[in-house]
C-alpha cells in the first residue's frame, strides 16, 4: 500500500484527473456549440416567420406552449427565453460578414453569458470583446457582468481581429459553469414525468422487503404506470406458484 503514496503515483493520479476534466469540458463545449447552432437556426426560423406570415403577436407564445407540451423539462422553450434567443439572432445578424465566426465564438460560452452580453454591450465590437475575454481569461457569469459595469471594454476596448478557439481552462469559473449548465442539461433530458436517477433510486433497494420497494416505486412511477403495478397479494400469488 506504501507504494500507493508514492511521488510517481500522485503525478500519475494528478495528470488523469486533469485528463479527464478536459475531456468533461471538450464534451460540454460540444453540447454547447450545439445548443448554441440550435438555438441560431431556431432564431432565424422564427424572425423568418414573423416577416414573412400573419401569424400574429400570440406566435411565440403558442410556440413555446407547443413545444413544451413535447419537451416539459426543456426550459429554453419557455416564451421568455424564445424571445431572447429572436432578440439575441438579431443582435449578431446585422453584420453577415463576420457571422460565422460570430457563431464559433458564442459556442465556447454558456448561455447565461450569452444573454448578459446582448443585454448590456451597445453594440457587436463591445459584444464580441467581452465574449473574447471571457474565453480568454474563463470569467463566471458574475464576474462578466461585473466586468461590463466597469466598463472594461471604454478603457481597453478596441476592436477584436483575432478569435480564440481555445478550451476554458480546467480549473476556470467558465469551465464550471459550463459543465454545469442547466440548459445543457435540459436539451439532453430524457425526462417527462421522471428521470432515470429518479428510477434508479426507487430501484436501488430492490433486494429489500418486497412492501418497501412497492411502496417508492408507486411515488415514482408516473400516474398512468401505477394502475399497472401488481399489488402484494397478487405479487405472493405468483410467488406461491413458483415453489
Same mark, same amino acid.
Given at each position: 500500500?506504501?507504494?500507493?503514496?508514492?511521488?510517481?503515483? $500522485?503525478?500519475?493520479? $494528478?495528470?488523469?484527473?486533469?485528463?479527464?476534466?478536459?475531456?468533461?469540458?471538450?464534451?460540454? +463545449?460540444? +453540447?454547447?456549440?450545439?445548443?448554441?447552432?440550435?438555438?441560431? /437556426?431556431?432564431?432565424?426560423?422564427?424572425?423568418?416567420?414573423?416577416?414573412?406570415?400573419?401569424?400574429?403577436?400570440? @406566435?411565440?407564445?403558442?410556440?413555446?406552449?407547443?413545444?413544451?407540451?413535447?419537451?416539459?423539462?426543456?426550459?429554453?422553450? &419557455?416564451?421568455?427565453?424564445?424571445?431572447?434567443?429572436?432578440?439575441?439572432?438579431?443582435?449578431?445578424?446585422?453584420?453577415?460578414?463576420?457571422?460565422?465566426?460570430?457563431? &464559433?465564438?458564442?459556442?465556447?460560452?454558456?448561455?447565461?453569458?450569452?444573454?448578459?452580453?446582448? !443585454?448590456? &454591450?451597445?453594440?457587436?465590437?463591445?459584444?464580441?470583446?467581452?465574449?473574447?475575454?471571457?474565453? /480568454?481569461?474563463?470569467?463566471?457569469?458574475?464576474?462578466?457582468?461585473?466586468?461590463? +459595469?466597469?466598463?472594461?471594454?471604454?478603457?481597453?476596448?478596441?476592436?477584436?481581429?483575432?478569435?480564440?478557439?481555445?478550451?476554458?481552462?480546467? !480549473?476556470?469559473?467558465?469551465?464550471?459553469?459550463?459543465?454545469?449548465?442547466?440548459?445543457?442539461?435540459?436539451?439532453?433530458?430524457?425526462?417527462? $414525468?421522471?428521470?432515470?436517477?429518479?428510477?434508479?433510486?426507487?430501484?436501488?433497494?430492490?433486494?429489500?422487503?418486497?412492501?418497501?420497494?412497492?411502496?417508492?416505486?408507486?411515488?415514482?412511477?408516473? $400516474?398512468? @404506470?401505477?394502475?399497472?403495478?401488481?399489488?402484494? /397479494?397478487?405479487?405472493?400469488?405468483?410467488?406461491?406458484?413458483? /415453489?
Amino acid at each position: 500500500m506504501s507504494n500507493l503514496q508514492t511521488t510517481e503515483y $500522485k503525478e500519475f493520479i $494528478k495528470r488523469i484527473k486533469l485528463k479527464a476534466r478536459q475531456a468533461q469540458i471538450r464534451a460540454s +463545449v460540444k +453540447v454547447n456549440s450545439t445548443l448554441i447552432e440550435f438555438y441560431w /437556426e431556431l432564431g432565424e426560423e422564427i424572425v423568418l416567420k414573423q416577416k414573412n406570415t400573419n401569424w400574429g403577436s400570440g @406566435f411565440l407564445k403558442n410556440m413555446s406552449r407547443d413545444l413544451m407540451d413535447e419537451f416539459p423539462e426543456v426550459k429554453g422553450f &419557455s416564451k421568455r427565453n424564445l424571445e431572447f434567443i429572436r432578440k439575441w439572432y438579431l443582435y449578431y445578424s446585422q453584420k453577415d460578414s463576420i457571422m460565422k465566426q460570430v457563431v &464559433s465564438q458564442l459556442a465556447l460560452i454558456p448561455w447565461g453569458h450569452n444573454i448578459v452580453i446582448i !443585454q448590456k &454591450s451597445k453594440n457587436i465590437t463591445e459584444a464580441l470583446f467581452y465574449v473574447q475575454k471571457t474565453i /480568454e481569461n474563463g470569467w463566471s457569469r458574475v464576474v462578466l457582468r461585473q466586468q461590463i +459595469v466597469n466598463q472594461l471594454f471604454k478603457r481597453e476596448g478596441k476592436a477584436l481581429t483575432t478569435f480564440s478557439t481555445t478550451l476554458p481552462q480546467a !480549473q476556470s469559473d467558465l469551465a464550471n459553469e459550463l459543465t454545469k449548465d442547466p440548459y445543457q442539461f435540459d436539451f439532453l433530458t430524457l425526462r417527462e $414525468k421522471y428521470n432515470e436517477r429518479e428510477l434508479e433510486d426507487a430501484l436501488k433497494d430492490i433486494n429489500k422487503p418486497i412492501g418497501v420497494s412497492e411502496y417508492q416505486l408507486s411515488h415514482v412511477l408516473p $400516474k398512468e @404506470f401505477k394502475s399497472t403495478l401488481p399489488s402484494i /397479494e397478487e405479487i405472493e400469488e405468483e410467488l406461491k406458484s413458483l /415453489e
